[in-house]
Structures are given as C-alpha cells and as structure tokens.
C-alpha cells in the first residue's frame, strides 16, 4: 500500500493548521479543526486491513456526544457538519454515512444501525471507561480530535505536532476493537501501547 497519497493529504493539511485556530468548545481542546481531522481520519481507516469486513456494505460512523454538556454537543454537530460535505463520497469503495449518537442510547443504537466507528467528540471524558469497553466488546472502531483521549483508550486520535497532523494509535485498544493497522501506518503514527 502506497503512502504517497497519504503524505499528499498530510502536507495540504498541514499548511491549512496555519489557518485554522484551534478548536476549544468543550473541556477538551482539538488541536485540529474538524474539516482537517476528518479526511484525516478517513484515510486512517483504509489502512486497517479489517475495514471491510468490520464496515459491512458501507461506513456508518456514529458521533458520540455527552447529552447533558451543550459544548459536546456543539463540537458532535460540528463533526457531522463536516461528515455531511463527504456525502455521496466512499472510503475503500463503501458509501458514508453517519448518525448523531447520544452517549446514553449508544448500546442500542450502534447495533440496530450497524455501526462501526465510533467519533468520539469532546465532553465524553467521563465516560472514556465505558465507551471503550463497548467499543472493544462489539468491535468498534474508535476515533477522536481529542488527543488526551487516545493515552486513555480510544484508538485512533488526530493531534498537531510542530505544526503539521500527528496521527496516533492506541496500539492494545485497537486491537481490542479488532483492528489490524498496516505497518506502513504505524511507522508515521505516534503509537501508544
């Protein structure tokens, strides 16, 4: 697998940080704003040589916000804004789609709606515990701009690094989730194990 257009994305993005502030609307920054970490992100999951069987007939990523903090959900809304401009777009041949996940209704509607990666917005610090216990349980892949997230058990996380995307892997959480990430990944990530 080739990381040219990897690097592409990477180095477009890593201009675009100048111009972006950072992202601060709930307890926990995101160093990158949202329509820079989620095509980010997207590539990211192409290099998990489950994806496919994981993803089923198409990707449905679910936005998983705490009800009771308005802040996570503006930052939530603010990722599936972002989400809706990749509509009519695929990840490994896969339609998107995406659904706004309360964190109190996300055992029951991850099942019933098939999905298979979870975004996990700021304000879910509280219950870093008990969502990646689900995740890990129903094999869901975990995914956040909330770089503090990753060190406590989310999977794959979007920081900035002397100005340019940093990429990092919970190495044991993403394979408790069932995710294998190709070598090639993890030699420009920043791993955690």
Known sequence: MTLAPFRRVAAGLAFL????PVVVVAAEPMPLSPDLQVPLILKVLTYDRHFESKAGRELIIGVVYEPGDPDSLKSASTIIATLLRFSGKT???LPIRYQLVAMDQMARLVPSMGISVLYVAPGNARNLAALTRFSQ?????TVTGVP???TQGVAVGIDVAQERPQILINLSS???EGSEFDASLL???SVIK
């Open 17 to 20: 940080v100048f111009l972006h």
């Open 91 to 93: 990840v490994k041949r």
């Open 137 to 141: 349980a129903n094999h869901v892949t």
């Open 148 to 150: 503090g997230y990753v």
């Open 174 to 176: 993403s394979k408790a």
């Open 187 to 189: 030699r420009i990530a």
